[in-house]
Nanobody, 118 residues
Framework: QVQLVESGGGLVQAGGSLRLSCAAS???????????MGWYRQAPGKQRELVAA???????NYEDSVKGRFTISRDNAKKTVYLQMNSLKPEDTAVYSC?????????WGQGTQVTVSS
């Protein structure tokens, strides 16, 4: 079974930066490398939303509110996906999680809390 472990969250002031990591342990190298992976976030009282995705071939898409500020990348050898977040805003505050960007998804990890103070 694949276990997703997110890290790198924290408390940061508006305008600051964070780099999130998500490791997919238990996944075969090929299963990870061909999977489109996404970073999701869920703010209190809101539904989980996909903010960035990267295919196995490296095609990238971003949700409009994070374009130009967030950068998604992946290291298939490490079975890890990253999210570099710059120019953070209070509205970016949420629990961030990663998973496949399409079904079937793996079991969700705990996520990592990102809190941006104004």
């Amino acid at each position: 079974q694949v276990q997703l472990v997110e890290s790198g969250g924290g408390l940061v002031q508006a305008g600051g930066s964070l780099r999130l990591s998500c490791a997919a342990s238990g996944a075969s190298g090929s299963a990870f490398s061909i999977s489109a992976m996404g970073w999701y976030r869920q703010a209190p009282g809101k539904q989980r939303e996909l903010v960035a995705a990267i295919t196995g071939g490296g095609t990238i898409n971003y949700e409009d509110s994070v374009k130009g500020r967030f950068t998604i990348s992946r290291d298939n050898a490490k079975k890890t996906v990253y999210l570099q977040m710059n120019s953070l805003k209070p509205e970016d505050t949420a629990v961030y999680s990663c998973n496949r960007a399409a079904s079937p998804q793996w079991v969700w990890g705990q996520g990592t809390q990102v809190t941006v103070s104004s």
